[in-house]
């Protein structure tokens, strides 16, 4: 998948006003406290809990993530773990470190599916999910549970992007070719089709998309993470519903013409 197939949201699309740039190196997720330090002395951080790559008993992250079962199912409910995680992030902000690295380790998937969605590039998708980590976990003792967990982590998530989408516009931008994996069930094809089909969505109906047909969380949640009312969400995700259904004929009629 190529980042140039898909349409990139621009940082004024994902309404937020941080500018720090994304880093390139992948830290791993620290302990709090040693992250904390870290980032006050400028150190390197070198304890870490979790690698880019997933490794044995990690859940294996998809290229595409979603399937074709998504496009019309409404998913829009509170998932069954919201508690747990928001009771594992305040319990890791008041210094429990086991707490700590089971937040991530529930949270992980969640935050690399949404992050290479939003920046519509899956090869992105490991350092905006390392620096949405190195953001959030020094912030964790001034979680106060007033939202989910999962979705206020989300909506640091979104910022990260949003940061990383205007500072890339400051500067000349090497397009790369990411080489597609071979196909190696039945459907992949399709699959990289509605890959493709989501990454062309207007930014704003993609995300609110994203955040409830294939994070499942609830409306109120994604309303939270993108700063916008409930009903601008339903809006935005049957909108892009239709154009996902819309888009998929057009293609599936193209591939019988040709």
């Known amino acids: ?24 190196r992948w830290f791993g997720v620290p302990r709090h406290r040693e992250l904390c330090d870290s980032r006050e002395r400028g150190g390197r951080v070198k304890a870490a809990a ?3 790559s997933p490794g044995p008993g990690t859940p294996v992250l998809p ?3 979603i399937t074709t079962a998504s496009v019309v199912p409404c998913v829009g409910v509170p998932r069954s773990d919201d508690a747990d995680i928001t009771s594992l ?12 690295a089971d937040f991530v380790r529930a949270t992980q998937a969640d935050v690399w599916r949404f992050v290479a ?11 905006l999910t390392q620096e949405t980590y190195l953001r959030a976990l020094p912030s964790l003792p001034g979680f106060e549970g007033r939202s989910a967990g999962r979705t206020w982590l989300l909506a640091i998530a979104r910022r990260v992007v949003a940061d990383h989408i205007r500072a890339v516009r400051v500067r000349p931008r090497l397009h790369h070719s990411a080489e597609a994996p071979e196909p190696a069930e039945p459907g992949f094809a399709d699959r990289v089709v509605l890959d493709e089909v989501v990454g062309s969505l207007d930014p704003e109906r993609r995300t609110a998309f994203v955040l409830t047909q294939v994070l499942g969380l609830s409306y109120a949640d994604a309303a939270v993470v993108c700063a ?22 057009d293609d599936r009629a193209g591939r019988r013409i040709s």
Do not use: F, K, Q, W
Request: glycine fraction near 8%; charged fraction near 25%; include cysteine.
């Open 1 to 24: 998948m190529t980042s140039g197939n898909h349409c990139a949201p621009r940082a004024d699309e994902l309404g937020e006003e941080h500018t720090e740039p994304v880093r390139t």
């Open 50 to 52: 979790l690698t880019p």
């Open 63 to 65: 290229l595409n993530p």
């Open 89 to 100: 992030a305040l319990r890791a902000g008041a210094g429990d470190r086991a707490a700590l």
């Open 117 to 127: 969605h939003l920046a519509a590039d899956v090869g992105l998708a490991d350092d």
């Open 228 to 249: 916008c009312p409930v009903g601008t969400i339903r809006s935005r995700v049957a909108r892009a519903r239709e154009d996902l259904v819309d888009m998929l004929a």
